[in-house]
């Protein structure tokens, strides 16, 4: 879902705004809106001089997934736990802070605390070129389907992509706690092969240990690779880009662009991307490691509330932010016009004014 050029423009004037809620009187509903999270549903309502103070760039609270420009208009009324009486808005949710979360929450029987986020996903890349389909298609995906998307790398707080991507990092490698995340996928990409990350011990005792904990796993293009030295497709039937490494590892190397088997998912590249996303999402509801018991609890949601939309994203200075051009329509993005955000911390989601994905552009 998107949000109306009418509202992105709105964010954007109003973005250097600070919040001064003090000023607003709570007993005054007149003229609230809902704006709700396209990744994982979580809505707040805002009192018109609540959207003036919100940044655009500021995450959601909960998946951190989106930021505020990110956000749709949905109907107050139709959104769980949000009732008009009288005339007048009220949330059965409200607490001290005053953004209302308005989220449907599960019957789950014995323990309602938890809301209907998905499980989190650990998305392993290359420092250096990691290939850029394998990771933003699977990540919208996953995104797309509520699940909640963490990159982890070695080394580095930004990995760079074979055709000049980059983004940040997460995580490290030995920073994972792997019994939050319902899967982790590694991405592909000609990283894997210079820099041996499949002979790496980091990257073997992650797979071995996501294996131990029968987590879902996936890998794509040569991402396998990092299985098979882990010895964890041994007697398995499996894809990469380049087979004969995993064959010499016992791998039952299949011609389909897709294989799975148990709890392993490999892709054969690239153009798999999509239908390796699609595999991995069955295998997680099929499973029910998407369970509430990987959400965010009410008294986590309730911490998060205590600032307008969550924490602002680190910026960088404006002088050493690398601006960007768009190869399709020449739109250039300029930190210093969007208050010092770098491009890189930009969702994956956010696209050129002309419509091109963050994939199209260049850094200049």
Not at 53 to 74: E, G, M
Not at 126 to 148: A, C, H, I, M, T
Not at 238 to 267: F, L, P, Q, W, Y
Request: glycine share 8%; charged share 15%.
């Amino acid at each position: 879902m998107k949000t109306s050029s009418i509202t992105l423009i709105l964010f954007l004037l109003l973005a250097g705004a600070s919040a001064a809620f003090a000023q607003y009187d709570p007993g005054s509903a007149a003229g609230i809106t809902c704006w709700q999270c396209p990744v994982c549903g979580y809505t707040v309502s805002l009192t018109p001089y609540q959207l003036a103070s919100v940044n655009p760039y500021t995450p959601c609270p909960v998946c951190y997934s989106a930021y505020a420009f990110n956000f749709v208009q949905v109907p107050c009324q139709m959104a769980t736990g949000y009732e008009e009486r009288d005339g007048t808005a009220n949330n059965s949710a409200t607490t001290s802070s005053s953004l209302v979360p308005v989220v449907p929450v599960p019957n789950t029987g014995s323990d309602s605390s938890y809301m209907p986020v998905k499980g989190k996903i650990l998305m392993v890349l290359p420092p250096q070129q990691y290939r850029e389909e394998e990771l933003n298609v699977p990540r919208d995906y996953f995104q797309s389907k509520g699940y909640s998307v963490v990159l982890a790398s070695k080394g580095v707080k930004t990995a760079t992509g074979m055709n000049g991507e980059s983004v940040s990092v997460d995580l490290d490698l030995k920073d994972v706690t792997l019994s939050e995340y319902a899967a982790v996928v590694f991405v592909g990409g000609e990283g894997i092969y210079d820099q041996k990350l499949n002979e790496d011990p980091d990257h073997q005792a992650l797979a071995k240990a996501a294996a131990a904990q029968e987590k879902l796993i996936g890998a794509i293009c040569l991402g396998p690779w990092i299985l098979a030295d882990a010895g964890l497709l041994n007697g398995k039937r499996a894809t990469a880009s380049e087979t004969d490494h995993i064959k010499a590892k016992g791998a039952i190397v299949s011609n389909e662009a897709v294989v799975r088997d148990g709890n392993i998912i490999t892709g054969n590249g690239p153009t798999a991307s999509l239908e390796f996303a699609k595999a991995i999402v069955a295998a997680l509801e099929e499973s029910g490691s998407s369970s509430d018991e990987q959400g965010i609890s009410r008294k986590e949601a309730g911490l998060a509330l205590t600032v307008p939309l969550g924490p602002r994203p680190q910026a960088i200075s404006t002088e050493s932010a690398s601006k960007w051009r768009c190869t399709v329509c020449g739109y250039i993005y300029d930190p210093a016009e969007h208050g010092g955000v770098p491009f890189e911390q930009l969702p994956s989601t956010w696209k050129c004014p002309c419509g091109a994905p963050k994939s199209k552009f260049v850094k200049i």
